[in-house]
């Protein structure tokens, strides 16, 4: 069986039947040791000759179980820069730094000249008082220290939530832009008589007006789902030698702005969303009412600079700020899509409304056949680019990270042309993460099913992206000796085969991604156990990265089968659209069709599989287990959703119910009697009584995505059948379950839920 212990290498995957607690945690422990890349920056350094030198900086992620948290540390890379015989860099590893833990960062941000940071922490006071504070260093020391929550101009700093947060040095390096909280007025109860302190005295009766009476109770709306503490933000400005901070005052009332940058002459540019008439959810969720907005801290106005009926984000300048890029997509409809990006010349003036130019459009069908397959399937970036340097510097070229297929890519955009390049690293298929580009450096992480996280660092040629050359900095031997426990092969499927294609679109396919435990004994007849595991979303995306949940699952010996069922990003939008008002069917034979593939190929045990899945994930579980009840041996659903009925109206984001369900959703529907009558006939408990699968429930009390009344009401629905089911709840969670405990104890009482229902 696996050995443990650092340096140690495991030999082979666990016997699933043979499965304890111990091992399955040992196998978490493994597996989740692994850290991952999240952030890197290019930095000059010197050098002497001919030889120029580059510090590559980078911040990593961990799941430290022990004490119950992500931690984060730091690591520098220092690479030497050689000229090839044909005149090319040569990249050369001298030195990696030891890992140095870093604690309570939001921003850690590099002026454009490269001799100071920014550096934003959260830390607790000697009251216990949550405060922030900006530091900012040079290259010898910290030179000072502003106490932001003393300012007293607005309320927190927004980190960087893929959302809203945004840090940037001016060009000149005398300010930095940044979004905020909205100052939260005083309330107080109609009753109260709390003195004045001696502050408030001294600013006499402007103390008193500023405290609202019998407003303490005011329903305040928040931007839903892991954005509960976003209510109204406003874009700031802070004077590096003052400290004095200057808040954007010209801002329309009914947005939210975020993703902030410089423009040319002190020009801002944000992203604003709009909150009327009520806020829905907006994590991940890009089709949000919003707009790109220009303004100055000088000025009064604010000018919307997009186009009407549309949902913007990720705004980046080139490095001479001449040109402006967004992305779009039309307003409402589900909640990820394919995007527009769009180019604003900022030369040509003036810059309005309507000046904005498509440089790369949605792409609707891009495998009509299999000499299709390669063909770029569209844009699908995800979430903000937060501070990272994105642009060639020949001011043509921009890159952005997306999907191709079941791969996460970084592609490069001429912004002329159009024309729409992917990185490719390397001939064993990567899916890559952009991380920094300086000059024509670009940073990646990289990562395969079979090996977690590594850095590339390559120059890349306009015009000519596949001659790029790439390398490796440092190496990961512990990685590279656990992946062999496994391997992995990607299926495409084709509905036709069981005549469940969409009558519009009967040339799309899907993929699968399956992880195959190695044999213990190559002449051992016994085939794994399959966990067929289909993704949230329903509009994301299983890449062919490094991943958690299967890699301790392969891990345990279980083989594990990852659909990309139609719906899913990365293969055009009409693949996206198809799935709108066939939620609990197309979905559904895609996965059934790719779990009889792999089973009928002879690779796992088909006498013993699993669904496994969360939020969407765990609706198509209580499909599957209901439509095909003697199929599986148990169940494990991660805040499923069961009654689309009674989640309609309690979900942040009731649209995505009514349009996934093929309605058409504006803020004043309800669910009328003939809507009510479609969401149940896509919903899971359609089938409850055919249900004979044994079900574990890992339900997040604070999640306001899925409800966890979706979960319990399910759970009491079985109880009521006399199905086995056994519920988790965890009170602090919403809906990732993404807290190091709760993810851990939750994948392993599901493991061991599997292994415990596994017939000899």
Request: glycine share 8%; with cysteine; net charge neutral.
């Amino acid at each position: 069986m696996p050995t443990t212990g650092e340096g140690s290498e495991p030999k082979m995957p666990f016997v699933p039947k043979e499965l304890t607690a111990e091992k399955v945690v040992e196998a978490y422990r493994r597996v989740a040791g692994q850290p991952a890349v999240a952030s890197g920056t290019i930095s000059s350094a010197g050098g002497t000759g001919q030889k120029p030198v580059q510090n590559i900086r980078t911040v990593w992620s961990q799941r430290d179980i022990d004490r119950k948290e992500k931690t984060h540390f730091s690591k520098v890379y220092t690479i030497q820069v050689d000229k090839g015989s044909d005149g090319d860099p040569i990249y050369s590893n001298i030195s990696c730094s030891l890992p140095q833990e870093i604690n309570n960062v939001l921003w850690d941000v590099e002026s454009p000249s490269e001799k100071k940071r920014a550096v934003i922490i959260k830390q607790k006071d000697k009251k216990g008082e949550d405060k922030q504070f900006v530091e900012i260093w040079n290259v010898r020391q910290k030179v000072k220290t502003i106490d932001m929550k003393a300012l007293d101009k607005h309320g927190d700093v927004v980190g960087n939530d893929g959302q809203f947060g945004s840090v940037q040095w001016s060009p000149c390096e005398e300010y930095l832009l940044y979004v905020a909280e909205k100052k939260k007025p005083k309330t107080a109860s109609f009753f109260e008589s709390k003195p004045l302190s001696d502050e408030e005295k001294e600013k006499g009766d402007s103390a008193q007006e500023a405290t609202i009476k019998g407003d303490e109770y005011v329903f305040r709306e928040t931007w839903g789902e892991q954005l509960v503490e976003r209510h109204r933000t406003v874009v700031c400005r802070l004077c590096i030698k003052t400290s004095v901070v200057t808040v954007l005052t010209q801002v329309p009332d009914d947005i939210s702005p975020g993703q902030a940058l410089w423009g040319p002459e002190n020009a801002v540019v944000f992203v604003g969303w709009s909150h009327e008439p009520y806020r829905l959810g907006l994590k991940f969720c890009v089709e949000r009412k919003s707009f790109l907005y220009k303004a100055t801290f000088e000025g009064e106005g604010c000018e919307k600079l997009s186009e009407e009926d549309c949902a913007v984000r990720c705004p980046s300048f080139s490095p001479d700020f001449s040109r402006l890029v967004y992305l779009d997509t039309p307003e409402g409809g589900p909640h990820n899509q394919c995007s527009r990006l769009l180019l604003i010349d900022w030369k040509k003036q003036p810059v309005k409304q309507g000046s904005s130019r498509v440089v790369v459009d949605i792409v609707q069908s891009p495998y009509k056949t299999d000499a299709d397959k390669d063909k770029f399937p569209g844009l699908y970036t995800w979430a903000d680019l937060g501070t990272q340097r994105n642009w060639l510097e020949d001011n043509v070229h921009v890159l952005l990270p997306s999907y191709w297929r079941s791969s996460s890519a970084v592609v490069v955009i001429n912004t002329n042309t159009g024309d729409v390049s992917r990185l490719q690293p390397g001939a064993c298929g990567w899916s890559c993460g952009l991380l920094d580009v300086k000059g024509y450096n670009v940073l990646l992480s990289c990562s395969l099913p079979d090996r977690p996280a590594v850095l590339m660092l390559g120059q890349v040629k306009p015009g000519k992206v596949k001659e790029s050359k790439w390398t490796e900095l440092g190496s990961d031997q512990e990685g590279v000796a656990l992946c062999k426990l496994y391997d992995w092969q990607l299926f495409t499927l084709d509905p036709k085969t069981v005549q469940a294609a969409h009558p519009d679109c009967d040339y799309l396919k899907f993929e699968a991604l399956l992880y195959l435990p190695v044999k213990v004994d190559k002449d051992d007849g016994r085939k794994p156990p399959l966990v067929l595991f289909p993704h949230g979303g329903p509009h994301s995306t299983f890449d062919c990265g490094f991943a958690l949940n299967p890699t301790v699952l392969a891990y345990c010996g279980f083989a594990v089968l990852c659909v990309n069922f139609r719906g899913s990003l990365g293969f055009g939008q009409d693949g996206i659209t198809s799935l709108l008002s066939h939620i609990g069917d197309f979905d559904v034979k895609d996965c059934k069709l790719a779990m009889d593939k792999v089973c009928g190929e002879n690779l796992v045990d088909s006498k013993n599989v699993f669904v496994y899945g969360g939020s969407h994930g765990g609706f198509l579980s209580g499909h599957l287990i209901g439509q095909y009840p003697d199929t599986f041996k148990a169940a494990s659903m991660r805040n499923p959703v069961t009654n689309l009925t009674s989640r309609v109206w309690t979900s942040d984001k009731p649209d995505k119910i009514f349009t996934e369900a093929g309605e058409k959703f504006d803020y004043k529907s309800q669910a009328s009697e003939n809507i009510l009558a479609r969401l149940w006939k896509a919903s899971p408990v359609r089938y409850i009584d055919n249900v004979k699968t044994p079900v574990m429930l890992n339900i997040g009390l604070k999640d306001m995505r899925v409800p966890p009344s979706q979960g319990l009401e399910y759970y009491k629905m079985l109880k009521a059948r006399g199905v086995s089911v056994r519920c988790l709840t965890y009170p602090d969670s919403n809906h990732s379950l993404a807290e190091v405990e709760v993810e851990a104890d939750s994948l392993v009482n599901s493991i061991l839920w599997f292994a415990q229902h596994i017939s000899q």
